[in-house]
């Protein structure tokens, strides 16, 4: 099962309004199960850069369905999924990508943050995911 | 000038409400001035390879400052534009993608719809862009 | 030999100063004898797009040592090139690429310009042309 | 607001001039508020892999807003960006891009050289800055 477009707007809302209150400008992209884009949303002032980020990490958490920061754990230098950012067109593999479930605990797409450090990048992406 | 957030908000609100009364599911997004992405929505069942193609539309009518269908009558075979669509990464060049401009007439954006015939493309295009 | 960045300087001068005479906006692109870039200017509120292909025309008028006007009467359906801007990361096949002669005629780059019609980018291009 | 090619000129000019003065040989590059290309030089005799060097550190300093090389420390392995240059279409995170203001501090492009150490690119890209 996919998440819907109107799960998914309140995914980007709840990201949103949790970057409002820690005054941080985001990028955040949800995915579906299939690891297709859903929504997106660019903040105003944020990087521009940021938006590629956001749907990178939102496809590389459905696509292993982990966090990315998990990811990024294993493709350092001597590690076992060393440099596997270049599959897939490009992975992000630093944190602020979570998968999204519902309430059974089925995976039904992910969510994606960039636009400040990765640890806020990750706050803002799991009041995103709170919101299912 | 760039679109804001809440102005693209409203661009792919009323888009999705046009797209609703026709029985249509599109894939909806709106970029800035720069061609950057601004916000994105995929309807419930919609096409997933219209995503892609519905950010290509935004980004060509923002490329060159017009409807995306007017660039494909000049690129059919033997016309001034011939295989234009291989330029800028693939453009997409027939209807469903129009410029964005402020009451000044500015450009501040592109709108781009896809997930239907490309005359309900460019139809429901123009309701995001009455949405300014 | 190759074209200097002095010479090239001049080529987008003369194509700038045509482009200002004829009251029109242009991206202009000059490549040396290894359709290696090696200058470029677009000019205010010249099509973002027309950067890309500017690029493109330069670098097909010297892959193939004509205008690239004239490879494009050979990539119509149909004939014998048909489709060749498939190739080198992706041609632009329509006028407004020249290739740049230094004064014993041996080919020394090529410019490409971009965002008219395509008579008027070949008429600015040939102004190009003509600095050296 | 974009920066004018007459502005990106000046820049250009700048940044070359010191180059000549350390004896260095530079591609240089500058991208508008959008990260699109407003104007390029290639100095003659400098690196032509560095065309393209030159264009991404412009880029990548405007996605990010900040120095190039800001970026490069934070995508070391084991550091927060680790492998950020995956991202959109292809990032350079060492020094030689900065991005560029206008006189009330606002971000209407950026600079991007290289073609030396990066140190030395810095240090040329600093003066381009200082044009404006």
């Known amino acids: 099962m996919d998440i819907t477009l109107k799960e998914a707007e309140k995914v980007i809302e709840n990201a949103k309004k949790k970057a409002v209150e820690m005054g941080l400008k985001m990028n955040i992209s949800v995915v579906d199960g299939g ?3 859903v929504a997106f949303a660019r903040m105003d002032g944020a990087w521009l850069g940021s938006a590629d980020i956001a749907l990178k990490k939102a496809k590389t ?3 292993f369905d982990m ?3 998990e ?3 294993l493709s350092q230098p001597g590690e076992s999924l060393y440099n596997i950012e270049h599959s897939n067109g490009g992975l992000i593999t630093f944190p602020g ?3 999204l479930k519902n309430n059974d605990g089925a995976i039904i797409g992910a969510i994606g943050v960039s636009g400040s450090t990765v640890d806020n990048d990750h706050t803002v992406a799991k009041a995103g995911v709170e919101a299912l």
Do not use: E, L
Request: cysteine-free; aromatic content about 6%.
């Open 61 to 63: 958490a459905r696509y």
């Open 97 to 99: 990508g979570i998968p």
């Open 71 to 73: 990811i990024g754990k």
């Open 35 to 37: 690891a297709n884009p």
């Open 67 to 69: 966090p990315t920061g």
